[in-house]
């Protein structure tokens, strides 16, 4: 699909019309055969760009899927038609070129090293009864080998007619490739093709909304993206700044800019993972190859930061590099009980004494702001020879989070693997759950806001607002907040402001825009 060829509004093919004459082109028909996923018969292929034109086949012909160009911007950019013996050809029907006078016909053609093009044969008619050939602009192509590849071809003298008829066949049985046809009136000017869109940042599953944006390295090209999977087209929904993904979607988008040819359609799929309600008690870990071996950072209900690769009997890799960072956090939906974790030091070698300095930190949280060390365990609580079993921490029931952390090392590496966490079953006359209250409601509005915001709790006092970014760092605390709270200060994107009242702490995600 090329951009100066799409008719949107007459307005539009006004503005078209006059750039064409400025530039000694009009381009009455194109096609470059979009981007079939694979190879497809000619009767089976529905990605035509022209749903007005009649194309026509003898079926043995196909659509084939290509990728590098050579020779001119644009060829084999997608897809291109095979004729690739003397029994298959390929026709294009239903042209008006009635009130245009020195016509040509430009196309990409591809053929093998030995040919000249002598034997592709282009062919014009006004009934498709009544044949005419078309010459070749400099008669032949190169020939010999280091010649085959891309060329974009010129064909003069096509006829005036309101339903002109195109036919490309073979006379010989060698491979000649047909793509990116063009009727000019004039002569055609070279185009470069629009720069792919891309994405920052790149598709994949994170545990927090993402603010992506979209860019292409052509300057002030046009984007247009969508998000219900369907292909994007300049009548899509125009790229104006950076994307909020809140679920899990997938973006598609393409890039125009006028005088260039449309850009491939770019994709990125994004899985966001729901952060309030990760990991379902009871909890086992023990060994994650029933579900694929899979990167135990990756599982529901944990985020990691620097762990490093994840071994595949599911264990986390603390990496003595990122000591300070390196960061297992595991996010619980109900009362917890009891915690259970193994550890084992490795060297990386054969030399347990490399394995030094280590200092691993346990810690609960009810909200994820304010942690409660259990332990702080060292290279004396951990064998290098096999994992090592902590038992007997007996969680809060108000915690939602539980945190291994790497303080401190010196050498080697620290593996966590074995994670159990028991559900609080109550016991005794306790048997209700600590969080069977109401939290009093808490409303943070407006919501997305440019500037400042108002914080209001029911029934209650709001006693703290702590502002931090989805990493968890805390940003800014207002104690006891009056009357409005500017955001403005802070930059443009998503936040999590906590909201703490005498009976408890409720988290909202805020939009800065």
């Known amino acids: 699909m090329k951009s100066l060829n799409k008719i949107r509004t007459a307005a539009i093919c006004v503005f078209i019309f006059t750039v ?24 089976d292929y529905t990605g035509w760009e022209n749903s007005h034109v009649l194309y026509a086949g003898n079926g043995t012909c196909d659509v084939r899927s290509s990728s590098a160009s050579n020779g001119y911007g644009g060829a084999s ?61 400099g008669d032949t192509l190169p020939s010999g080998t280091g010649t085959s590849g891309w060329h974009r071809v010129r064909y003069l003298h096509v006829i005036s007619c309101p339903n002109l008829h195109l036919r490309f066949s073979n006379l010989a049985q060698v491979d000649y490739r047909l793509d990116d046809i063009a009727l000019v009136v004039g002569t055609e000017n070279t185009l470069e093709t629009v720069g792919k869109p891309t994405f920052s940042p790149s598709g994949g599953t994170y545990y927090e909304p993402q603010t992506v944006t979209l860019s292409s390295q052509t300057a002030n090209a046009s984007i247009f993206y969508t998000m219900d999977g369907s292909t994007p087209t300049p009548s899509s929904n125009p790229y104006l700044g950076p994307l909020t993904v809140n679920n899990s979607v997938t973006i598609k988008a393409m890039a125009i800019h006028d005088d260039m040819y449309d850009s491939e359609v770019a994709s990125a799929s994004y899985v966001i993972l729901d952060t309030n309600s990760l990991v379902h008690l009871p909890l086992d870990l023990s060994d994650n190859s029933e579900v694929g071996k899979l990167d135990i950072t990756h599982l529901p209900g944990f985020r990691g930061y620097h762990l490093g690769s994840s071994y595949a009997d599911g264990s986390a ?28 030091g490795r ?12 200092q691993m930190e346990l810690a609960e949280s009810p909200d994820g702001l304010q942690w409660h060390p259990l332990a702080v365990l060292t290279e004396n609580d951990i064998s290098t020879d096999g994992y090592v079993r902590f038992t007997g921490y007996t969680l809060m029931q108000t915690t939602r989070y539980v945190r291994w952390k790497l303080l401190s090392t010196m050498k080697g590496n620290t593996q966590l693997n074995n994670i159990t966490i028991s559900q609080y079953s109550g016991g005794g006359n306790d048997s209700v759950p600590v969080m069977s209250y109401d939290l009093p409601q808490v409303c943070v509005y407006p919501n997305p806001t440019s500037g400042s915001v108002s914080v209001i709790a029911s029934l209650t006092q709001v006693e703290e607002v702590i502002l931090t970014d989805l990493r968890g760092n805390v940003l800014y605390r207002w104690s006891m907040p009056m009357g409005n709270i500017d955001l403005s200060v802070f930059p443009r994107g998503m936040y999590i402001m906590s909201v703490r009242t005498p009976q408890g702490v409720t988290n909202k995600k805020i939009v800065r825009y």
């Not at 298959?88 to 990409?108: E, M, P």
């Not at 060297?347 to 280590?358: L, M």
């Open 20 to 43: 064409a004459l400025a530039q000694a082109q009009t381009i009455l028909y194109q096609e470059n055969f979009g981007n079939p996923a694979a190879n497809t018969l000619i009767q």
């Open 77 to 137: 950019g997608g897809g291109n038609v095979m004729i690739n013996d003397t029994v298959k050809w390929f026709q294009v029907s239903g042209i008006n070129t009635a009130a245009d006078t020195s016509i040509s016909l430009y196309c990409g053609l591809r053929k093998t090293n030995a040919e000249n093009g002598a034997n592709f044969v282009v062919e014009v008619s006004a009934d498709s009864l009544s044949w005419t050939r078309l010459a070749m602009e």
């Open 347 to 358: 060297t990386g070698g054969s030399n347990p004494a490399a394995y030094e300095g280590v």
């Open 317 to 344: 890799k603390f990496e003595s590099s990122h000591a300070g960072e390196a960061v297992l956090r595991a996010h619980l939906d109900s009362a917890p009980g009891t915690l259970t974790f193994e550890l084992k």
